[in-house]
C-alpha cells in the first residue's frame, strides 16, 4: 500500500475532451488543423502551422470560441472525473489555452488546470502563444513529486510522454498505433474502466 498523497495528473483533450483543432478544422473545413500531437510531435512546428492557418484562412479567436462553446465533455468523462476526485486530488495537465478551455472547465466542474497563453490582437486574431513553462507537463509532475505526492499521469499522445515517464505511473488512453509503437513500456487503457482498475491496483499494490 503506497503511503504518499495520491495526484492524478490527466491530459484533457482525448482523455476528457474532444480534441479542439478537430473540431475546428471540421467546422470551418479547414483539414489541415485537423493534425494534432499525434501527428506531428514537434509541438511548436504543430502551432506555429496552426498559427499560419488561422491567418490564412481569416480565422479569429471569436470563431474558435465559438465552436469550443458546442464541445461537451466525452462521453463518461465526467461520471470519471468526479469520482476520481473523491479519491485523489485530481489536476488537468493540458497543451490547450486558458483562452480556448472555460466552456469545458465549466462543463467538468472547473478542476484544477495548468495550461498555456495565447497573444490576440485587437481584431481578435491569434498572433502567438506562450508556453507557462518549456516542457511544462514533465515539470509539473517532477515539481508534484518533489511535494511528496505519488503521481499517476494519463494521457493519449507524443506530447505526454515525458510526464508519463516522469510520473509514478504512466497510462496512455486511447493512443494512436503509432504512438503505442513507440512508448511500447506505458500501460493502455480503452476506456474509463480499465483506467480506474489501473488506478485501483497501483494504490493497492
Avoid at 63 to 68: A, L
Avoid at 142 to 153: C, H, R, Y
Wanted: net charge negative; glycine share 4%.
Amino acid at each position: 500500500m503506497n503511503q504518499k498523497p495520491l495526484l492524478i495528473a490527466l491530459d484533457l483533450e482525448g482523455v476528457l475532451v474532444p480534441e479542439v483543432w478537430i473540431a475546428v478544422a471540421e467546422a470551418t473545413g479547414v483539414d489541415q488543423l485537423r493534425l494534432t500531437t499525434r501527428d506531428i510531435p514537434d509541438y511548436d512546428e504543430l502551432m506555429r502551422g496552426r498559427l499560419n492557418l488561422l491567418d490564412k484562412h481569416g480565422l479569429s479567436i471569436e470563431d474558435i470560441q465559438k465552436v469550443i462553446s458546442r464541445l461537451h465533455p466525452l462521453p463518461g468523462a465526467y461520471e470519471f472525473l468526479t469520482e476520481l476526485r473523491r479519491r485523489a486530488e485530481v489536476i488537468i495537465l493540458s497543451d490547450t489555452f486558458y483562452e480556448f478551455a472555460s466552456p469545458l472547465m465549466a462543463q467538468l466542474d472547473w478542476p484544477t488546470l495548468f495550461c498555456n497563453s495565447l497573444e490576440i490582437d485587437a481584431e481578435g486574431r491569434i498572433t502567438h502563444y506562450r508556453l507557462r513553462q518549456k516542457d511544462g507537463k514533465r515539470q509539473a509532475v517532477k515539481a508534484l513529486k518533489s511535494l511528496n505526492f505519488e503521481v499517476v499521469a494519463v494521457g493519449d499522445s507524443y506530447n505526454d510522454a515525458a510526464m508519463l515517464g516522469e510520473a509514478d505511473l504512466g497510462i496512455l488512453f486511447r493512443p494512436s498505433q503509432k504512438v503505442i509503437d513507440n512508448f511500447p513500456d506505458f500501460r493502455i487503457a480503452e476506456d474509463y474502466e480499465t483506467l480506474e482498475q489501473y488506478i485501483d491496483e497501483y494504490v493497492n499494490s
